[in-house]
């Protein structure tokens, strides 16, 4: 069964720290990985897409790895603002893009 | 540029009405897609419209129906609404399989 795994559920750092959130999948064949940002009370918002020839990819602050072997995605942020807190959620797409599942997020709540 | 429109933002239903959710895109996309999103789970898709004119079902369409009025527009729509479709409802949409771009979500509520 095609699965997203996200962990930890949910997160609490402190303002400039940094973090990093992971996602595990058993999506197959695979095709590509993206990871969206969702505030409370908006819809997703991209973040980064990675395709299985390609390992890291950054967007700002916002660095995802990926290892296509091991089947595992991570997302690090780096000195974490306010305005990081958010839920953070894996997607996986099989070949031809339209089986896509979703994570449950990881929530970030950064702290003052 | 809007980018996704949904609208209401807000429903509250009674068991047994039917409403229609309306979505629409300014970005020319191809591809739409109706996704519910409910506590502790993954965004579920419950149908999607590759290109103009067709529609296909996704993990969860049962109790829904769909309509791509045309290349701007894809509407969602419960005809007889069930607690079980309380939830909240993103449209999206995207150009073939890249990154989706989604609209701010319908809260509704079925009593």
């Known amino acids: 069964k095609n699965q997203v795994e996200q962990s930890p559920q949910s997160l609490i750092i402190l303002e400039g720290k940094n973090c990093t959130l992971q996602c595990n999948y058993t999506v197959s064949p695979f095709s590509n990985l993206r990871w969206y940002k969702q505030d409370t009370g908006r819809g997703p918002v991209s973040l980064t897409i990675m395709t299985f020839s390609e390992n890291t990819k950054s967007n700002g602050r916002y660095t995802a790895t990926l290892d296509a072997d091991t089947k595992q995605s991570s997302l690090h942020i780096t000195a974490s603002q306010l305005s990081d807190s958010a839920s953070y959620i894996c997607?996986?797409?099989?070949?031809?893009?339209?089986?896509?599942?979703f994570g449950a997020g990881t929530r970030l709540f950064v702290k003052a | 540029n809007a980018g996704v429109t949904q609208t209401p933002k807000f429903q509250v239903l009674k068991t047994g009405q039917s409403m229609t959710l309306q979505c629409a895109q300014d970005?020319?996309?191809?591809?739409m897609y109706w996704y519910r999103q409910d506590p502790g789970m993954g965004l579920r898709l419950i149908y999607y419209?590759?290109?103009?004119?067709?529609?296909d079902k996704g993990e969860v369409p049962n109790g829904y129906n769909v309509s791509r009025l045309n290349k701007r527009e894809f509407s969602l729509r419960l005809e007889s609404a069930a607690p079980s479709q309380t939830s909240v409802y993103f449209c999206?949409?995207?150009?073939?399989?890249?990154?989706?771009?989604f609209g701010a979500g319908t809260r509704l509520s079925v009593l």
């Open positions: 997607v996986v797409s099989d070949s031809g893009g339209f089986k896509t599942i």
């Open positions: 999206a949409s995207s150009e073939g399989w890249a990154w989706e771009y």
């Open positions: 970005m020319n996309h191809n591809s």
């Open positions: 419209s590759a290109s103009e004119g067709t529609t």
